[in-house]
């Protein structure tokens, strides 16, 4: 975290995110203790209720961009941008197989932590870590926390991630915890990059990659409800491929 000024005052920047991962540790905590008294039928249940709630989140986020009213008729926005932002952002992160590294990570984390025996720990790690970190909320918020320290975005994300959190290590375990760590890597370089290229962080190139981030958060959730059908991870790609497309299109 650092100071900025603004006319008299001094603003610190970063200090949404450090809010937000603090709901996350809170609400994992809780989801935890919880967890110890759950049948795995309910675990189960919640797992699946954990998916709808964030396929419905990414789905909601995709629309607003998606769906305008032109003239009082509903019309779409943006169908060529998603498909080559997907298309090409999942090729690429095939070549690269993101989803090895992260899951190389989420073993690392598993092991520094003392939990190689839980066999759910690097799977709860990756999902949450995802469903954190390539939503709307924490681009925009992390975004305008570097640009002007306004962290009531990332205040209200933190708040949301902390439920979900909850609901998701009560039935997938410690894994969840552990996805502050990503999440505040993610949003702090966010904030960072904000803050140093301001220009070139235009309303469009934002919208953009929030289109894009909100539909892998739409495959978090379709992943949680039926494992192992995406490999959600290789395409996150597609969310610098939308904001580069900003400039090109």
Known sequence: MTFISKGKDMIMIGLGTAINMALIIGGSLLGLAFGRFMKENLKQTLMVVSGIIVLLLGMSGAMQFMLVIVNGSLQTTGPLLMIISMVVGAIIGELIDLNRWITVFGDWVKARTGNTGDPTFT??????????????????????????????????????????????????????????????????????????????????????????????????????IWPGKIRIANLLPAIFIAMGLTFLI
Request: net charge negative; proline share 2%.
């Open 123 to 224: 799977h709860a790690f990756i999902t949450a870590s995802l469903t954190f970190t390539v939503g709307a909320m924490g681009v925009l918020g992390s975004i305008q926390d570097g640009l002007t320290g306004d962290y009531q975005t990332l205040l209200l994300k933190g708040i949301l991630d902390g439920v979900i959190v909850m609901v998701m290590s009560s039935s997938m375990g410690k894994g969840a915890l552990f996805s502050f760590i990503p999440v505040g890597i993610t949003q702090w370089l966010i904030t960072a990059m904000a803050h140093v290229a301001a220009p070139l962080m235009t309303q469009t190139a934002i919208d953009n990659l929030s289109y894009v981030g909100s539909i892998l958060i739409f495959c978090v959730g379709i992943d949680l």
